[in-house]
């Protein structure tokens, strides 16, 4: 079986920065499947079934576009991401990179519920809602987004409870995820916890 390593967690939690890093430790691929979504809420402008056609016939190389990283673009990827259609047609590609050959690594909100819930190694990451929001803030700040730190925060709480209670595909923390807080750690700090649990995991007997 290959190693995947699962990492799941609310907006702005420090997982994609956890993910990437585990990525380039153990040397294996590593997929933003928020990116995903992004494109899709942003090619469709929210709409529910142009999102499900563009979904169908996404192309993967694409994904590396600033304009996916912006305020908007994260509320349009919630709003389409909670359509089972467009779940549907890209749960395929996540589950062919996920079955690569050595390993990878796959961040999301149901990767270790949905995509591979036979990961040997999940985590879920999270952090206070302040924290998050302040993160948030700064880093479209940095990208040149005017807003203010109280409307991040607004965003935050309504895609939460956006992501957390849509029927399909719910972000929920797996029964068998890692909790990891990065409310009060640096990157290195969060990153050394995550390697020791992944590590953990990997030294367990299979077939918990
Ligand atoms: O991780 P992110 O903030 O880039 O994700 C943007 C939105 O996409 C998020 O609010 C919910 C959705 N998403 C999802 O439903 N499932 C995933 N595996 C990844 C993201």
Excluded: C
Excluded at 71 to 81: C, D, I, K, P, Y
Excluded at 182 to 191: G, K, L, N, R, V
């Amino acid at each position: 079986m290959n190693f995947i390593i699962a990492v799941d967690g609310p907006a702005a939690s420090g997982k994609g920065t956890v993910a990437s890093v585990l990525a380039r430790h153990y040397g294996f691929p590593y997929l933003d499947t928020g990116l995903l979504y992004r494109a899709v809420g942003v090619a469709s402008a929210g709409n529910l079934s142009e999102a499900a056609k563009l979904a169908a016939r996404l192309d993967p190389a694409s994904l590396d576009n600033p304009a996916y990283r912006t305020r908007q673009a994260g509320e349009l990827a919630s709003q389409v991401a909670a359509s089972p259609e467009v779940r549907d047609a890209l749960l395929d590609f996540q589950r062919r990179f996920a079955a690569n050959p050595a390993g990878a690594v796959l961040d999301g909100r149901d990767i270790g519920t949905v995509i591979a819930p036979g990961a040997q190694a999940k985590l879920f990451v999270t952090a206070s809602t302040g924290v998050r929001a302040e993160r948030r803030w700064l880093q479209l700040l940095n990208q040149g987004e005017r807003v203010t730190k109280e409307a991040v925060f607004a965003d935050i709480v309504a895609r939460d409870n956006r992501d957390s209670h849509r029927s399909a595909a719910p972000l929920v923390r797996a029964k068998d995820a890692a909790l990891l807080d990065t409310s009060e750690m640096t990157i290195d700090h969060a990153f050394r916890e995550a390697l020791r649990l992944v590590e953990l995991a990997r030294s367990a007997p299979q077939g918990r």
